[in-house]
């Protein structure tokens, strides 16, 4: 009899992600079995739990997910997993804190679906602002655009904590090489004078920019908003946005909505997640990969 595909779900937090089980079972895994209040130096101890009851053919039907809240804090358990491998005792593993990583993929990927289609260009050296991007999404959002030549700025409402998140952001996710910045949402206005692009990344159900704002940025060419609890992160923008003019921009703006940015991140999710079951090799999957299938997925719609 072939072994179940069992994925061991790994969280800091009290509950795992039910969206997660979900999205586990419906990619192929036959059981989701969850590890809660996981504190990061056990990681070790399960991954080597895991590894060692099962045959080379068996351990391609067993994975790690690692959930929880935090970015840095996912990351250094991934890594702590990857090295607690004791070859060929190997697994995949992937890590999607709060679904950021994979959200963040799908909101950038659709933004620069837009800079292509709309505005024939690229996220190449544009502004881009992550407001309430001091959160696990608009994390992953700065890095993700970062690394894809974006100059971001990550805007809170205290610049101490927006400062000491893009320092994590450039030093932790992006070893150095790139430079997202910080700014105040009391500064936002003066931002908005030379964005080309906005994320809306805050907490569900804040707007983070109204009509007056929208109206007023001269070069705003993208919006993108992953709230999609009422009202709208971005004045007028509607959660099934998907590219749509937005009303009362000046600019020319367009929006993308939660919905339209939820699905491009389902799909990078269960290919992550169908990645581990397919792959002949064990891997180690993060944000970038995340990208990866976004983009990919955006590309076969084209
Ligand atoms: N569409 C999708 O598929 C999808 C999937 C996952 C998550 N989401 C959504 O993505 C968004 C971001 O998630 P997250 O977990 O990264 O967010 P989060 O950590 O809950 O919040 C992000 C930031 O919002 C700011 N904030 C909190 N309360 C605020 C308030 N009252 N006024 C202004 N700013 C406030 C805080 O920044 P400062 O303290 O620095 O100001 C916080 O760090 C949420 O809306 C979530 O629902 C969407």
Redesign the pocket.
Known sequence: MEKPFILHMLTTAKNLSPFDVNMALDAGWVSAVPYINVEPSEVQGLVQDAIFSRSQKGLKRTGIFIGG?DTKQAMDMLRTAKNSMVPPFEVSVFADP???FT?AA?MVAATERELQNKFNTSLEGKNILAL????????AAAVISAKAGANVRII???LE??QR?ADLCNVEFGNNEINVQAGA?ADKEEYMKTADAVYA??????Q?LNAAQVAAAPQLKVAAD????PPS?IAGLDAFHDGTPIEGSNSGAVGIG??A??NI??QAQNRLLTKMIDTDKPVYLHFEHAFEVARDYIKEQA
């Open positions: 809240r709060s679904g950021a959200t799908g309430g991007g001091t959160g696990p999404v608009g994390q809170g409402r205290q904590k927006a998140i949402d990344t805050g907490a569900a159900g804040i983070l992953v709230n999609a609890v992160g939660a919905l940015i939820g991140k389902y």
